[in-house]
Each structure stands twice: as C-alpha cells, then as structure tokens.
C-alpha cells in the first residue's frame, strides 16, 4: 500500500509532536510512531527545561549558552549554541502558553531550580571570573518530561494531527540524495505501507538500549539512526554517550539530577562528601561526566559499597531536605526508591550508580534541522531530524542537564517551520527503488531464517560488552575487543531465528528488527570511540587523558561503507568563546 | 524461589478464543518486577507471548494488565508484593477487545480521552513575551490529575465501563478536570456540556475501584466529584 502526504515525522516525542504542531495546515502531515504518542520517552523526563528567564534570580541567555559551551567540553558548534539559549525563553514561555502546568514561583511566574553545569558569574562585573551555581531549569515538580510530552500531544489533539501509533518504520527511501518517504509495518496488523512524502523529518530519540544499565526505555534502540546510517549517511560524534551520575542502583532507573539541585549530596562508603575533591566550587551540581567518574573512581580506590549482584555503589543522601521538600519537588524520584529498592528517601540514603543516558551523537543537522550528506555541510533534500537522535551539535561532548528537552522543542519547531519553507516549492520525487517489496522481504528473512542464535542473547552480550568495553573509561585494547565481539555478534545476527511467526502484533519480530539497529548504533559509537585518540566530555581514553585541543575539536562524521567504517571530521564551529581548562 | 504464572493467551490467528497457560520460572529473587518475569517467559520459554512495555518504571503507562483479579502495571508491581503461593494469574485489561495475548485495543479509550477537549482553550490572548501568571497553590491544584499516564487501568476497572460502552470513564474525567480547574482555561460550559450528560460524570456512582486500582495512585473520585460540583453550582 501507499499513502502520500506532504511530510512524515517519524517519532512522537517532544520533537516529532513540537514539529508536527508547526507544519501549515495547508500541507498533509502524518506522525508516525511505534509507541502511542504520550509513551514516548520524553514522558520519562523528570528534572526540567532550562531558560535563563531570571524568574528568580539575574540570569541571561549568554551565561547560559557559556555554561553550554564549556559543558560540551568545547565541541558543540557555538552558533548553533547561541541559536538554542537565545531561543530558550521564547521557548519555555511558549509552553507555558500551550498550557504546561508548570510550578510557579511567589510571584506566579514559573518557578526554576539549579541543575549541574549551569552558573553564572559569582560578579556580574567579570563575567570570566568565579562562577556559582544558578538557578535556571523550569520544571513541573519532578515530572517535568510527563508534562511536556502530554501538553505537546493534547496541543497536537486541538491542531487535529494525523496520528499512526503502533506503525515500526523500517526503512527510509532516499534516492540520488533526495528523501523521498519510509516504509513501515502496522505493529497491529503486519501490513507493510509506504509512506511517499516530499519531506520527513527523524524525531526517533536516543539508543541507551546498547548498554546493560540504562535509564532509557525499552524502545530506545536508535532507530532512525541507525536507518541513516545504513543508507550510507553519515553519523556525528557517536563516541560521545552521557553517562548519568545517578541510576538507581541495579536498575538504572533515573534519579534525576533535580535531587541535586535541590540540595541532596553523594557520599561514599566512609560518609564523605567526595565531590569535593573533583569539583571544589560547584561539587555535587558539576556537570555529569565529571561526576560520574568521580563515583567511578571513588569505586576503584575501594571507596563504594558492595551490592548483592556484585556491583558496587555510592549513595544519594536527600534525607536532610525534610519530607515537605522531598514530597513537594521530588515525589516521582523518590517514589521509584521506595517502590524497587524498598529505601525511604527521607530517612536513609538511596543507593545509586552512573546510568547510561544520552546520546550526544547522531544524525548530523544543521541549526534548520536539514540533515547533513557529509562533512562539507551538503544536505540532503528533503531529510530532516530533531531531538535526541540528531547531532546539530549543541551538547558536543556533554550535555548538560535540562537542555535537551530544550533542544526538542527549539528545534522541533525550526524543523517544523523550515520544512513549511521547502513544502513551497518541493515536489513529490518519483519513487525508483521498490521499497514495500525490501521491506517484506526483510520481514520474511527474519521470519523464515532457522537459524540456532536467539535475539535475546546476543542483545545481552552486546549490552554487557557495551557497558564494560565502550562505557565511561576507555581504552584500545578494550576498544579493539570490542570491534572483534561487534563483528562476532553481527555475523551470528545472520542466523537469528524466532518463534512467533506471525503477522499480528508480533514483538517478536520487532525485537530482531531493533536488535540489528542496536548492532549499527553500536559499531558507530566503538569506531568513533577507537578514532578519537584524546578525553573530551564524556568520552574518556584511559591511554589519551588529556584533552587535545589541537587534533580534537573536530566532529567526526562515520560512515558505514559497506562493512568497514570511515570517519571523516569536520571542524568545529567557533564564535567567542575559547576553548579553556574545563575546571568545576 | 520458583513461582509458577498463570498467563491469558490469544492468538486470533489461531486461537478461536482466550485461554490460559501455565509457565513455571525457577530462581527468580523476589525484587523482580512483574514485567521482568513476562521477559524472562518471552526471552528464554516462549517467544510468542506478547505484551506492550516501553519504560520499565512507571511512568508510560504501556504494559496495564490484570493480575490476579487488579488492573495493574507490570512493571510496578514486584514479587514480594504478591501471594506466590498459589500462581499469579496475568490477563488483559477487560471491557477492552483483545488485539493479542496482553495487547489490547485502546482506540476507543483514547477516543474517549480525545472527546473531553484535553487541551487548554483560552480566549485571552497571553501575555506576548512572558508567561501568564498563576499562584503556585492553582498550579499544585493541577499536579495530581497530571500525573495521569493514560495507561487505562482505572476506566476498565469501574463497573459502569462495563454495563456501558458510551461511558466516558475515569481518565477521561480527570483530564477534564485538569483543564477545567485550570486557572488559565476560558472553555467554561464548552467542556463541562460534554461531560453533563448521562454517558458522563452523573454514571459515577464512586465505587471507587478507580482509586483502589491508580499505580499513580490518584484519588479520582475525589476529582470526578469536584467537576460534578461545578457542573451542579452553574446551574442553580
Ligand atoms: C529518565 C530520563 C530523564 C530525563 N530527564 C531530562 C530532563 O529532566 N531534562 C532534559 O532536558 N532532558 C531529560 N532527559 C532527556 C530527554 O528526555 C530526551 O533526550 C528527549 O526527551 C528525547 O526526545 P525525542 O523527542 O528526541 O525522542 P523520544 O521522546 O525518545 O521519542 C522518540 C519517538 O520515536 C518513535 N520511534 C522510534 N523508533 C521508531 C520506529 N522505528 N518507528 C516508528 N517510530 C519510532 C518512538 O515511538 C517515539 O515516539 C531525560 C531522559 C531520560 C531517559
Ligand atoms: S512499562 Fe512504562 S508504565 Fe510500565
């Protein structure tokens, strides 16, 4: 079957919906998505969205876009920087329009806390000198996320949007550099649609799914990068995956850094403040890569606690905020202590470890969302991608806490607006390639394949060799090994085989589908981690520790070819700010 | 500890109607969640079973289930919180068709939702650069209705989604609640028409199993109620 529409937007999270509400009404749009709208991951955001709004406290834009900048570690692209916290405010007071019930302040304007790596100059009179803590994340008590994803879908409900959830996207048409739709199957009835469109835009989220322990959902397995990167597109900066300071502890379920920001502290076994000795000015509230190696590091000098399963741990102390706080600001967080660790927040401390959480690589775009062919800067017609599973790059080698659901919305609306700009002219480009017959033989082939080698074994043994060869420390040999298991697991992945063959509702299926997409996302993120011979945000070589400001500050684009991944770089964009020692 | 679950399976490419299967797991610790038990089934015994998840914690509101005789989530319930001696009976959400095994078709509960005008409508243009104001206390009133995760375990619970079809249902009525007592909305009557009907908040007889069964723990009632007092004081 085909349908045709003027735009599709793969994915409804806080991107793909804040992009859907911006199209015209004059052109066809449709949203696809393999999970209903409001279970996209956004939902599980917690800790807030930053704008400097000065709400309660002096604060503007250029600290804020400072604090990225040096955040990044000095790989995110400056312009593309200024152009998000500059559009910040505009941003949040937008939803706030829309109807996000934000938490107010005393004066009944939207309430903000502190988060880590965002400051602002201890005098505003030198704006280089000591910097202290500031508050600038907007949030909704501790379900800042749940909010937004729900206020985004209702405003997409009164805008009447064209909805098919539950539709997995298998395949993204791209023919002599021009996108010309995607191909999907209807989760509920097995029926394969090409979707032929003038324009469409990724909004597929994250792939944490590649590592044992993750913060992220079931259905993050990277996706629509990993679609592009099979149509031979290139990829930026995978080697940069942000490690969150605090999962709970065996499960990696987030708690997020808002219990920080109101004033909870990580203590090692002995009681000690360690954060301390990293990061003397700002402490617990440094950015997340500097945290979570120091609880690594705490770990290995025998400071942290042993758990049954053998790994060990640090300890989130909130305890001393008092049960009105904890309730009031951290009710959601607290409650996911008390539930699965059987820990009550406001009398002990909650066991924790670095979780990972956010990728900072992905689908190169520029600041209009236009999906990058190379490292020149080229695009390709019609493509376009926004949210977690691109790379424009404002977070560069780290992100810090609250710009991302920031960046979903800025730039789910300038992808919206710029594809109402090509939808002027733009035709619907003749289809050449039969991609409904490619997909269902896909389908077929995993159906039909007798292999010995089940879905859920290899996804394990990637996730494991993930977590401890391409984690938060790396080094060549454990990057090498990597590269022989990733070969290993992809051979083995030709003779998967599985038991529902049928064509309704078959997770089954779904689960090889997005296995072979962890495959790609992980050989992008081993090759970039192996090329990039330095430490810079969150990836750190064990063999390179030291930044190198001469070889580093360059993006790498990598490109599948056929088996053999090339990288190729592309500087990085510099305004005003120099790159300097990143010191808490 | 070994436990033995009790599973509703329907294949309607197969089967001509529901049935229940047995599977028995061995070692499992009793910090599992439910949903790592269904994973473990799907991943190691039987690969056909099939069921929604997505964020493990409770939060997406994916994998609603009955299990032994509750609307619950999966993945907020954990052993230790259920009687093992005898088997845990898993089913499907009821007063919804089976799409397959645990999966059921939710179109009508979202239409439902979609009804009630689940967005904020305005009239007064807001303010052009800045945020409208509200007291923190008016925004705190809204918090407990959007903690909603749409995850349908109340509506299929009430009695009165049973007896009839057209009812509009918890989930849908606290949604109209957190619009209707949001300071900010103009919708007025526009909203409260909708849900004044006999198919509306009147079919609430506060049974309350809508509270008992809430993973997010919402006193819906309690909200159902305040919307029928607002609907009663516009008309006197
Ligand atoms: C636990 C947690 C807490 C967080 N807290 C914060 C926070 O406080 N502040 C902050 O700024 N950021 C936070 N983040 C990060 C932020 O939430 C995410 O980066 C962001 O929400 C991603 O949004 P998105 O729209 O890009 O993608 P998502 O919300 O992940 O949506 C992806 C969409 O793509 C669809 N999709 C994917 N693959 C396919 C396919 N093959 N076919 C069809 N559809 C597909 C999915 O169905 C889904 O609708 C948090 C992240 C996590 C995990
Ligand atoms: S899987 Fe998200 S609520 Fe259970």
Redesign the pocket.
Known sequence: MVKNYDVII?????????AAVEIPKEYSCA?????F?P????????????AALGNMEDDNWENHAFDTVKGSDYLGDQDAIETMCKDAIRAVIELEHMGLPFSRNEDGKIAQRK?GGHTKPADPNDPYGKRIPVMR?C?SA?R??HV??QTLYENCIKNKVDFYSE????DLIVEDNVCKGVA?FDIATGEVTVFHAKAVML????Y?RVFRI????H??????TA?VYRNGLPLEDMEFFQF?PTGLWRLG??V???ARGEGGILKNKDGERFMQRYAPTVMDLAPRDMVSRAIISEIREGRGIKGSDGTDYVLLDVSHLGKKVIDEKLPEITGFARTYLGVEPTKEPIPIQPTA???MGGIPANVNCEVLADEKGNTVKGLYA?????CVSVHGGN?L????????VVF?RRGGKAIGEFLKTAEHAEIKSKPEEKTKEKIKSVLNNTGTEKVYKLRTELQEWMMEKCGIFRNETDLKAMVDKLGELKERYKSISIEDKGTVFNTDLMEA??LE?LLANAEATVYGALNRKESRGAHTREDFPKRDDDNGMKHSFIFENGGSPEIKLKPVTITKYKPMERKY | MDITVRILRYNPEKDDKPYFREYGLKDVSPDWRLLDVLHEIKWKQDGTLTFRRS?A?G?CGSDGMKVNGKNRLACSVLLKDLNLKKPVVIEPLPAMPIIKDLVVDMSGFFSKYEVIKPYLITKTPPPPNSERLQSNEDAEKLFESAKCILCGCCTTSCPSTWSNENYIGPAAFLKAYRFAFDTRDEAGDERLDIIDNPDGVWRCHTIFNCIETCPKEINITWHISQLKKRISSREM
């Open positions: 793969i994915g409804a999270g806080g991107a793909g919906l804040r949203v696809l998505s393999k999970v709208p279970r996209s991951h956004t939902g599980t955001a917690q800790g807030g969205v930053c988060f994340a949030y501790d800042t996320g937004m994803l539709f997995f996207v298998t999907a909004a597929t989220g994250g944490g993750t913060s992220n959902a259905v993050g397995t990277g996706d629509g679609l969150h379920i987030l997020s850094e808002a959480h956010y990728a926004a949210g977690e599973c691109a992100r806490g609250t710009n991302s659901l920031l960046d979903i789910g589908l997005e997409n | 964020c914690h939060i």
